[in-house]
């Protein structure tokens, strides 16, 4: 993955915290996720978390093309 794209969904995670946390509060644990992020429980969750991604992508893919097929005729 991309450095630049790491760094853009840190931050994302980040304001999306700050905005769902009732006292909006700022994620303060970053040093502590720096360290466990490289923890094999955390390595496999990411492999979990990318498949269950590419599984939900691919699902929505056919589903278009399924419809693309059909050409869009459910209101026939």
Known sequence: MCIDKIFVQISEALNMYERVDKDKKSFTLIPCWNILKEEDKWKAKMIELAELE??????????HQDVQAKGCRTNQ
């Open 54 to 63: 590419k599984q939900a992508s691919k699902k929505k893919k056919q589903v």
